[in-house]
């Protein structure tokens, strides 16, 4: 079935760095989602990518859809401790296939 | 309007003991899916539901199963608890049209297995 890798797996920084996370598979994917679950919380939806090469923008936050539509990736600017939590991304295979989700970066930011 | 809801919030079980947990999704959602997350593994994909009927099935032992009923709630089932069954589960529900796909979590059961 379909999978996606997701790459660190875990991302310490001080607060106002930078952080980039991303996410791979093999085969061509429909779309991809973005995710945050918070320390004892449940995921969030943030964004859903489906053009090749789409760039989206949420405030300090940057989503890419790869030209391929085989990678993805999540950048944060200037991170600030709101920030922390795991980053999850997620892709659907088709109409019918299930919401399959990468493993996650844990995203921690030191004050 | 409301938002997922799971019960119970947390359970502790003995090895050996069947558990039932259930979901209720946002009102006018038909698809409910079921995840098993615990530390290092991410979101596990168990089962989908959509319009009672399962669409979608990972890759879990027959002791994992469910359901979903004509009011899209659903309910999963686990039977002979073993250790390793330990873990978050989380459901969410989703329009699942073409155009929206999101997903909408709960805050999950956390089962404890003894």
């Known amino acids: 079935g379909q999978q996606v890798m997701q790459i660190p797996q875990y991302q310490h920084v001080q607060e106002g760095e930078d952080f980039t996370t991303y996410c791979n598979s093999s085969?061509?994917?429909?779309?991809i989602q973005w995710y945050k679950q918070r320390p004892g919380g449940h995921p969030v939806f943030l964004i859903q990518l489906v053009k090749s090469g789409e760039v989206k923008k949420q405030k300090r936050l940057t989503f890419q859809f790869g030209e391929a539509k085989k990678n993805s990736s999540l950048h944060i600017t200037a991170t600030q401790t709101t920030d922390v939590g795991t980053y999850f991304c997620a892709s659907l295979g088709g109409r019918n296939t299930p919401l399959v989700f990468g493993k996650g970066t844990r995203l921690s930011v030191i004050a | 309007k409301a938002g997922v809801t799971q019960t119970p919030r947390y359970l502790i079980k003995t090895r050996g003991q069947q558990v039932t947990l259930s979901c209720s999704p946002i009102?006018?959602?038909?698809?409910v899916s079921w995840y098993q997350q615990t530390p290092g593994q991410g979101l596990q994909f168990l089962f989908e539901?959509?319009?009672?009927?399962?669409?979608n099935k990972g890759n879990f032992p027959g002791r994992f199963s469910g359901r979903q009923f004509s009011n899209s709630r659903s309910e999963m089932n686990v039977s002979t608890l073993e250790l390793g069954d330990s873990a978050l589960y989380l459901c969410?529900?989703?329009?699942?049209?073409?155009?929206?796909?999101?997903?909408?979590f709960g805050q999950g059961t956390r089962l404890t297995v003894v």
């Open positions: 969410a529900s989703s329009l699942r049209t073409e155009k929206n796909t999101e997903a909408f």
């Open positions: 085969t061509t994917l429909s779309n």
């Open positions: 009102s006018g959602h038909r698809s």
């Open positions: 539901y959509f319009s009672e009927t399962q669409r």
